[in-house]
């Protein structure tokens, strides 16, 4: 029951969230010197085209006003218009989620499929050669920054191998995979990194815990003590680990979407800045906000299945 | 009868590189079919490391069996291989531990972790090993098995814990168990239901026990024989009352002589005398802790204190007890001004808590100090005790600058550390040696009143002992007033002249220490009394059955959904 009243009554406390990441971001956006008119028009515009566009956009409204119609459009579910495409933002929006959404799953996948392994080889290794192995593997692949990494990711396996195609996106399911692969390893890699060393170290606790202690009393075999009782509670707190980084990660793929030409929010996000898009940034903006504080919302219900002590 | 299990001659030791350290030095001990062994001694003395290497599971890779055997029914089992010791623990020897909370997995429910064993060494299928781990829970004494076995550690209390601890290694019909230190951790009344349930559990399954404990009591309940551990080495085993009624080695002389249960004849036993205008005057005291209850949540409390009065004269030696939960350490918070209080009037000195916070505060501060359960934590780890003394004088400004360090040397004296403990900090001391800079970190503040919350739960007996012993004497040199909390009534006892019994947030017992342990008029008292385990064996161990015990008994024990 108790549970059920969270997963319904949380998200009003989002509210708040919300309107708070909107005032910020509405304030940023109009403080990137540049004029969205004289950038759309050129510099030889003249003034009345000038007055003209702005006034067609609002943007000659005083600020406070601006950020009214913002908010007016907002609960109605709207977003405004784009200066640059000349389309309404959410559509442009809901046309560019599909490829960065896949590329977020795909990361956590691969860096989850990459950081369990090795953190229980780590773990159940301590100190030995394989540990040490893997703890300068993951201590060099948090400092690897990520566009640069991706090059090299392109070099070995598209340019010189030719297994994975360069860049872009695909229209098949197939031919879509084959486009995910390489950026969503670009950012497993660092984000598997931060995770093995909690896992590790969460592992490493547990083996030495009275738990493991008490199930090789009862005669466990170190294989059952480590997979039945020692992972599941180095999961816990390895799941907000995860939560904490994804806000990082969705900030990431602006920089993996450009280097791996992926059609995704993270592109139109730095078209929408380089052209003082206001309504495109402010779009983007508040979809990643949202997106957000829904992984975190979901990290919290994961949490409670994972862990029965924790109360909601 | 026949010994099922022999340890001959065995030898543990630590090599790391060249060094090398002798941990188990040596050690002979047989259990008996069907019989209770205790293995008795202080921290540190080897006990837990002895089973630890009989069953294979040293705590470390650096430690390693250097010499003897262990032989379980005939066989030979130390330095099998893993894979044979896998169907022996468990199976054959079963084995408890004292902090449930910690060796349950909390992540899975009760009845799957006795079912893992089931499974393994029995073979049996799920649903059947569900069937029979509830039947277990219901031997070790559960209430509604079915519905407990889909609940999780953190849903228990500490005594069901234990229950259900027993229930796991009960799981493979073992034929030994080991305890380690089972009751330590538990309220006393909860303490002599699990000796009980120990008992009856030897009585109908034939089982053979060796019981870990630190308290001489528990062992002259319930054990048939005793062995006394000390450094690695068994210094004395016998038969129990043999052994208790003549010791032969010194060690376990001075063991016995300090277990408070005995009756001292410098017992604290004066009658109470008449005091001037009372130190401490509470009246009416409530402390509701919120409970549940969320952003949206209806807010719902539990009362803590539900209506506390209670006077304290100057010089005044107050023992409070009760069990976990009954509210003494919040009462003693809330009278430091560090507990909120929700009704009710606290006064210190005439001074009111709830009417003048700050100023009665600023008093309190200067002239009441508190001793911590925890003697290693509750000192900052990166000060030496000199640093430590020091900050209390400097910020208390009653001892010039100039003559603080020999007000350290003076503090020092006055609880019997050296005086070059000054400049050692807490991770090269004992916990005696911890909680005696704790007490001279209270004095440093120069206190009419010293409240001391569980201050010696956590140490072995003989330096319980002489901690009592260091508190008699700085009540009776400085006039202290002492605030003495604990759940050892047998301490209180021998250092208190006046006892106050808390159950549930009330006080239900208060008078002089000689009158209410020769006549409790509480029965809630009298189980409290009764439950204390006696040294002498024939003196049996009350509570956990009829009376008042039952209910508080029931009450404590029942669950907390």
Same mark, same amino acid.
Request: hydrophobic share 50%; glycine share 10%.
């Given at each position: 029951m108790h549970r059920y009243r969270f997963v319904l009554?949380?998200? *009003?406390?989002?509210l708040p969230v919300l309107f708070g990441i909107s005032i910020i971001t509405f304030v940023l956006v109009r403080l990137i010197p540049g004029d969205p008119a004289r950038i759309l028009l050129g510099?030889?515009?003249t003034p009345s085209a000038l007055a003209r566009i702005r006034a067609q956009y609002g943007l000659d409204e005083p600020i406070w006003t601006q950020y009214f119609y913002f908010l007016k459009n907002l609960s109605a579910g709207e977003m405004g218009r784009s200066t640059?495409?000349?389309?309404?933002?959410l559509p442009l929006i809901a046309s560019r989620i599909e490829p960065t959404l896949a590329l977020v799953l795909t990361s956590v996948l691969l860096s989850l499929l990459i950081a369990v392994p090795f953190a229980a080889i780590s773990a159940r290794r301590q100190g030995r050669a394989a540990d040490q192995a893997i703890r300068i593997v993951s201590t060099v692949g948090i400092g690897l920054p990520p566009f640069w990494l991706g090059l090299v990711l392109i070099l070995v396996f598209?340019?010189? *191998?030719?297994?994975?195609?360069?860049s872009g996106y695909g229209e098949t399911l197939p031919e879509k995979l084959s486009h995910l692969v390489l950026p969503g390893l670009t950012v497993a890699l660092s984000l598997s990194a931060v995770l093995t060393r909690s896992l590790r170290a969460g592992m490493i606790a547990g083996l030495a815990s009275d738990v493991a202690t008490a199930a090789r009393a009862r005669g466990m075999p170190e294989g059952v003590v480590f997979w039945r009782h020692v992972v599941p509670n180095a999961l816990v707190p390895t799941v907000n680990l995860l939560a904490v980084n994804i806000g990082w990660l969705i900030g990431g793929t602006v920089v993996v979407e450009s280097v791996f030409a992926l059609p995704g929010m993270g592109q139109l996000l730095v078209r929408g800045i380089f052209s003082r898009d206001y309504m495109v940034v402010q779009g983007v903006a508040m979809t990643f906000a949202v997106a957000t504080v829904l992984v975190n919302f979901l990290a919290d219900i994961i949490t409670v299945a994972l862990d029965p002590r924790v109360k909601l | 009868m026949t010994a099922v299990l022999r340890i001959e001659d065995l030898e543990v030791r630590f090599r790391d590189g060249d060094e090398s350290r002798l941990l188990i030095d040596r050690v002979s001990l047989e259990l008996q079919r069907g019989e209770i062994l205790g293995l008795v001694g202080e921290s540190g003395s080897g006990k837990s490391l002895l089973c630890r290497a009989v069953m294979g599971?040293?705590?470390?890779?650096?430690?390693?069996?250097t010499r003897g055997r262990v032989e379980l029914d005939g066989e030979?089992?130390?330095?099998?291989?893993e894979a044979a010791m896998l169907g022996i623990r468990g199976r054959r020897i079963g084995m408890i531990f004292q902090n449930p909370t910690s060796h349950?997995?909390?992540?899975?429910r009760i009845g799957d972790q006795i079912a893992e064993g089931l499974r393994r060494h029995?073979?049996?299928g799920r649903a059947a090993a569900q069937a029979e781990a509830v039947d277990l829970l219901r031997q070790v004494g559960f209430t509604d098995p079915p519905r407990q076995a889909?609940?999780?550690?953190?849903?228990?209390s500490g005594g069901m814990r234990q229950r259900a601890m027993i229930a796991i290694a009960l799981a493979c019909d073992p034929e030994i168990l080991i305890a380690d230190?089972?009751?330590?951790?538990?309220d006393v009344t909860i303490q002599a239901q699990i000796l009980r349930l120990l008992a009856d559990l030897r009585r109908t399954r034939g089982l053979s026990i060796i019981l870990i404990t630190h308290d001489l009591g528990v062992v002259a309940q319930v054990c048939d024989r005793i062995a006394v551990m000390r450094n690695g080495s068994v210094v004395e085993q016998g038969e129990k009352r043999a052994l208790l009624a003549h010791p032969q080695h010194p060690y376990a002389q001075a063991l016995i002589a300090s277990h408070p249960s005995l009756p001292q004849e410098?017992?604290?036993?004066e009658p109470l005398r008449p005091h001037e205008a009372p130190l401490v005057e509470i009246d009416d005291l409530e402390v509701s802790f919120p409970a549940g209850g969320g952003l949206f949540g209806r807010k719902r409390s539990t009362k803590a204190l539900a209506g506390v009065s209670l006077r304290v004269g100057r010089g005044e030696t107050v023992g409070i007890v009760g069990e976990s939960g009954s509210g003494k350490s919040t009462l003693a918070r809330a009278l430091l001004g560090l507990q909120p209080v929700t009704a009710g009037h606290i006064a210190f000195d005439g001074a009111v808590l709830t009417l003048e916070r700050a100023r009665t505060l600023a008093r309190l501060r200067r002239e009441a100090a508190m001793v911590f359960q925890d003697p290693f934590n509750a000192l900052?780890?990166?000060?030496?005790i000199g640093e430590t003394l020091a900050e209390v004088l400097r910020v208390q400004g009653k001892v010039p600058a100039e003559r603080i360090p020999t007000r350290i040397g003076e503090l020092l004296d006055m609880v019997g550390l050296?005086?070059?403990?000054?400049?050692?900090?807490?991770?090269?001391?004992s916990g005696g040696q911890c909680q005696r800079a704790g007490i001279a970190r209270a004095l440093a503040v120069d206190p009419t009143l010293i409240v001391a919350d569980?201050?010696?739960?956590?140490?072995?007996v003989t330096i319980q002992a002489q901690i009592v012993a260091l508190f008699r004497r700085l009540v009776q040199d400085h006039g202290l007033t002492l605030i003495f909390i604990a759940h050892d009534l047998a301490i209180v006892r021998r250092l208190c002249e006046r006892v106050v019994v808390m159950q549930h947030g009330r006080i239900v017992e208060d008078g002089a220490s000689a009158e209410i342990f020769a006549r409790p008029a509480h029965p809630y008292t009298a189980a409290l009394i009764a439950a204390?385990?006696?040294?002498?064996?024939?003196r049996p161990l009350g509570g956990g059955?009829?009376?008042a015990i039952s209910e508080t008994g029931l009450q404590q024990e029942g669950l907390t959904t």
């Amino acid at each position: 029951m108790h549970r059920y009243r969270f997963v319904l009554l949380r998200p *009003l406390q989002f509210l708040p969230v919300l309107f708070g990441i909107s005032i910020i971001t509405f304030v940023l956006v109009r403080l990137i010197p540049g004029d969205p008119a004289r950038i759309l028009l050129g510099a030889r515009a003249t003034p009345s085209a000038l007055a003209r566009i702005r006034a067609q956009y609002g943007l000659d409204e005083p600020i406070w006003t601006q950020y009214f119609y913002f908010l007016k459009n907002l609960s109605a579910g709207e977003m405004g218009r784009s200066t640059v495409f000349k389309i309404d933002v959410l559509p442009l929006i809901a046309s560019r989620i599909e490829p960065t959404l896949a590329l977020v799953l795909t990361s956590v996948l691969l860096s989850l499929l990459i950081a369990v392994p090795f953190a229980a080889i780590s773990a159940r290794r301590q100190g030995r050669a394989a540990d040490q192995a893997i703890r300068i593997v993951s201590t060099v692949g948090i400092g690897l920054p990520p566009f640069w990494l991706g090059l090299v990711l392109i070099l070995v396996f598209s340019v010189t *191998l030719g297994w994975l195609p360069v860049s872009g996106y695909g229209e098949t399911l197939p031919e879509k995979l084959s486009h995910l692969v390489l950026p969503g390893l670009t950012v497993a890699l660092s984000l598997s990194a931060v995770l093995t060393r909690s896992l590790r170290a969460g592992m490493i606790a547990g083996l030495a815990s009275d738990v493991a202690t008490a199930a090789r009393a009862r005669g466990m075999p170190e294989g059952v003590v480590f997979w039945r009782h020692v992972v599941p509670n180095a999961l816990v707190p390895t799941v907000n680990l995860l939560a904490v980084n994804i806000g990082w990660l969705i900030g990431g793929t602006v920089v993996v979407e450009s280097v791996f030409a992926l059609p995704g929010m993270g592109q139109l996000l730095v078209r929408g800045i380089f052209s003082r898009d206001y309504m495109v940034v402010q779009g983007v903006a508040m979809t990643f906000a949202v997106a957000t504080v829904l992984v975190n919302f979901l990290a919290d219900i994961i949490t409670v299945a994972l862990d029965p002590r924790v109360k909601l | 009868m026949t010994a099922v299990l022999r340890i001959e001659d065995l030898e543990v030791r630590f090599r790391d590189g060249d060094e090398s350290r002798l941990l188990i030095d040596r050690v002979s001990l047989e259990l008996q079919r069907g019989e209770i062994l205790g293995l008795v001694g202080e921290s540190g003395s080897g006990k837990s490391l002895l089973c630890r290497a009989v069953m294979g599971l040293l705590p470390s890779r650096k430690l390693a069996i250097t010499r003897g055997r262990v032989e379980l029914d005939g066989e030979t089992i130390s330095g099998l291989p893993e894979a044979a010791m896998l169907g022996i623990r468990g199976r054959r020897i079963g084995m408890i531990f004292q902090n449930p909370t910690s060796h349950l997995d909390p992540v899975m429910r009760i009845g799957d972790q006795i079912a893992e064993g089931l499974r393994r060494h029995r073979g049996l299928g799920r649903a059947a090993a569900q069937a029979e781990a509830v039947d277990l829970l219901r031997q070790v004494g559960f209430t509604d098995p079915p519905r407990q076995a889909r609940m999780y550690a953190h849903e228990f209390s500490g005594g069901m814990r234990q229950r259900a601890m027993i229930a796991i290694a009960l799981a493979c019909d073992p034929e030994i168990l080991i305890a380690d230190e089972p009751t330590t951790a538990l309220d006393v009344t909860i303490q002599a239901q699990i000796l009980r349930l120990l008992a009856d559990l030897r009585r109908t399954r034939g089982l053979s026990i060796i019981l870990i404990t630190h308290d001489l009591g528990v062992v002259a309940q319930v054990c048939d024989r005793i062995a006394v551990m000390r450094n690695g080495s068994v210094v004395e085993q016998g038969e129990k009352r043999a052994l208790l009624a003549h010791p032969q080695h010194p060690y376990a002389q001075a063991l016995i002589a300090s277990h408070p249960s005995l009756p001292q004849e410098d017992a604290v036993g004066e009658p109470l005398r008449p005091h001037e205008a009372p130190l401490v005057e509470i009246d009416d005291l409530e402390v509701s802790f919120p409970a549940g209850g969320g952003l949206f949540g209806r807010k719902r409390s539990t009362k803590a204190l539900a209506g506390v009065s209670l006077r304290v004269g100057r010089g005044e030696t107050v023992g409070i007890v009760g069990e976990s939960g009954s509210g003494k350490s919040t009462l003693a918070r809330a009278l430091l001004g560090l507990q909120p209080v929700t009704a009710g009037h606290i006064a210190f000195d005439g001074a009111v808590l709830t009417l003048e916070r700050a100023r009665t505060l600023a008093r309190l501060r200067r002239e009441a100090a508190m001793v911590f359960q925890d003697p290693f934590n509750a000192l900052n780890s990166r000060m030496t005790i000199g640093e430590t003394l020091a900050e209390v004088l400097r910020v208390q400004g009653k001892v010039p600058a100039e003559r603080i360090p020999t007000r350290i040397g003076e503090l020092l004296d006055m609880v019997g550390l050296e005086r070059d403990f000054a400049a050692r900090r807490p991770r090269s001391m004992s916990g005696g040696q911890c909680q005696r800079a704790g007490i001279a970190r209270a004095l440093a503040v120069d206190p009419t009143l010293i409240v001391a919350d569980e201050c010696v739960a956590a140490l072995d007996v003989t330096i319980q002992a002489q901690i009592v012993a260091l508190f008699r004497r700085l009540v009776q040199d400085h006039g202290l007033t002492l605030i003495f909390i604990a759940h050892d009534l047998a301490i209180v006892r021998r250092l208190c002249e006046r006892v106050v019994v808390m159950q549930h947030g009330r006080i239900v017992e208060d008078g002089a220490s000689a009158e209410i342990f020769a006549r409790p008029a509480h029965p809630y008292t009298a189980a409290l009394i009764a439950a204390i385990p006696s040294i002498d064996p024939d003196r049996p161990l009350g509570g956990g059955e009829a009376g008042a015990i039952s209910e508080t008994g029931l009450q404590q024990e029942g669950l907390t959904t």
